[in-house]
């Protein structure tokens, strides 16, 4: 009797792990097909080279270029303004904070992460933007400029949570080392425990550029939805993201080209996430190596 | 008659190198270092020895400060470097830990090059020229007789010598910004018999040039390489002589219990 019970119970475990698996495969297979459904119709050199994203307009262009430099644009402010901050913030909690401060200030922060994003992107539609245009006069309404800062403080936590633990796995011994040698606690911190913890310090950035252009509430509120090729951060743009809620919000007709735009646009994202993912767990496994 | 008396001072000193007045040590409530007086000689093998939990690694930690990071840790009394208390308010610790080095129990070289292991005391002494920390590098290796081995891999992780060849190297490192004193715990309690004689036969040399003191498991080792020792018991210095002195005439039953093997 015990036996069957075990049994059931690893097939039901068992049968969790697939379903997962399914889900997945199931996404990759319509997201493919769908695409490849959309490249028999545009070239993928055109899709690719293109300057212009129009499907929904009678003179179609699909650029996605266009659509990907406004994730870009948008992920790398927030990635700018993420970086540096996550990583003084994990640095003083692992080094400089009291114990207990520690134990507060750790849950408080990943706080930020549990903020639902639609009330990120008004908190920039409505706060920041209007606040950043008393000094930028000629920063426009919707802009990927406050959407990617606004962005920076949502994936703050990822940085400075993953940076701390990993500043934290730093043997204590190398900390004697270096005060032994007459560090101060900045020549510690910056020369000895920041290089020692560098590969888990990637993996927090990879992990946080991965939400980053997977984002799409904030985006899609605050940064406009006007497709445009361009580095400027003070005009609308529309990120992959935004895009593909704007049509599968619309009436766009399933089945049709414009339908199928979002799939391929879907799987342009993916193979950017899929890659960086792929990346900080390749970093991740080498890291834990070094330290085993 | 002054100038005599000048003199005086100044060759006991010397001859003084450390000297500690009336030190206790706290941690919270509890008292590890029970109110100790020592004078350490300059130029000479001192070994600290005693049981676990004597007191001898944190008596030894309270020499470059590195106990002030500990949660708790409280001291009374004074030491005496050259003269000089190093507990007083306005010193400068990171100033004093580039006088008084240190080599751990584990050996712990920066996940760096040799090279950048080496340097990293001059570096962060703000020291840019290359040339300089070139020849500085190869002296200190050329020092502990790690140069030969490693000259052609100078560039590669320190992470990749052997555990005898890393402790040579946190010697090295140690030797580069040129301390007067060096502190050792236990440095060769996890390395294997070859590489601890390597390392024995490199300490006896180094205390031509500074004043060394050993924190030691090992009454063999104390005895072989030290030229006085120290036994400690439950936070107190027990007894404290010339080495040859202490493991074959020692003063006290406790002494003579501990280095005959009856307990510890």
Redesign the interface.
């Known amino acids: 009797m015990r036996k069957f019970k075990e049994t059931v119970i690893e097939k039901g475990l068992q049968a969790s792990a697939l379903v997962t698996i399914a889900v997945t495969v199931g996404i990759i297979l319509v997201l493919s097909i769908e695409a490849i459904l959309f490249f028999k119709e545009v070239s993928i050199i055109d899709f690719l080279t293109d300057t212009q994203w129009t499907p929904l307009y009678t003179d179609k262009h699909f650029g996605i270029i266009t659509l990907l430099s406004g994730t870009l644009l948008t992920s790398f402010i927030a990635i700018i303004f993420a970086v540096p901050v996550g990583l003084s913030i994990s640095i003083y909690i692992s080094e400089y904070a009291p ?1 207990s401060f520690r134990k507060t200030i750790k849950p408080a922060l990943e706080l930020l992460a549990a903020v639902p994003t639609v009330v990120y992107g008004f908190f920039a539609l409505t706060v920041v933007t209007p606040f950043l245009q008393t000094f930028i006069p000629g920063l426009a309404g919707f802009n990927s400029l406050s959407a990617g800062l606004v962005m920076g403080i949502m994936i703050i936590p990822f940085v400075s949570s993953l940076s701390e633990d990993a500043l934290h796995a730093v ?1 204590n ?2 900390r ?9 606690k900045l ?1 510690n911190a910056f ?2 425990l920041v ?2 913890a560098s590969s888990g310090i990637i993996v927090s950035i990879i992990l946080a550029i991965s939400r980053a252009i997977g984002e799409t509430m904030i985006v899609a509120i605050a940064a406009g939805q006007q497709p445009r090729l361009t580095i400027d951060p003070t005009v609308p743009v529309e990120t992959i993201t935004a895009y593909i809620v704007q049509v599968s919000l619309g009436d766009v007709q399933h089945g049709s080209l414009e339908y199928r735009t979002i799939f391929a646009a879907g799987i342009t994202l993916f193979i950017f996430t899929f890659l960086l993912n792929t990346v900080s767990y390749k970093i991740r496994k080498k890291f834990r190596e ?1 330290y085993e | 008659m002054k100038e005599n008396k000048d003199t005086i001072d100044k060759s006991l000193k010397r001859k003084h190198k450390l000297q500690t007045k009336d030190v206790k040590v706290f941690y919270d409530d509890f008292m590890a270092i029970k109110g100790i007086d020592m004078n350490i000689r300059a130029n000479k093998i001192t070994a600290f020895i005693g049981p676990s939990g004597c007191g001898k690694s944190t008596f030894l930690r309270l020499f ?1 400060r ?1 106990n002030d ?1 500990i ?1 708790g840790f409280r001291m009374e009394g004074e030491i005496l470097i050259d003269g000089e208390n190093i507990y007083k308010k306005k010193v400068n610790v ?5 006088q008084v ?2 080599v ?1 129990q ?1 050996p ?5 090059s040799i090279y950048e292991n080496v340097a ?2 001059l ?3 703000g020291i840019k020229d290359k040339s300089y920390l070139k020849d500085k590098v190869e002296d200190s290796l050329k020092q502990v007789g790690l140069w030969n081995e490693v000259k052609e891999d100078i560039n590669k992780s320190a992470l990749a010598l052997s555990g005898g060849q890393q402790q040579r190297l ?1 010697i090295a ?2 030797l580069a ?1 040129e301390p007067s004193i060096i502190l050792m715990d236990e440095p060769t309690s996890a390395l294997d018999p070859i590489s601890t004689a390597k390392i024995e036969e490199l300490i006896y040399e180094l205390k031509e040039k500074y004043t060394i003191v050993i924190v030691t498991h090992n009454m063999q080792q104390a005895g072989r390489i030290s030229d006085y020792t120290a036994f400690f018991y439950m936070g107190e210095l027990i007894e404290y002589d010339k080495s040859k002195k202490l493991f074959t005439n020692p003063e006290k039953k406790q002494t003579e219990n501990y280095i005959t093997g009856r307990f510890g």
């Open positions: 114990r043997p011994s190398l004697e080392a270096a005060y032994g040698m007459g560090s101060t020549q020369r000895v290089p020692a070094k | 470059n590195m990071y949660d990171e100033q004093l830990r580039k080095g240190m751990f584990k712990n070289p920066f996940p760096k990293y005391g570096k962060i002494q946190c490192r140690t910004v």
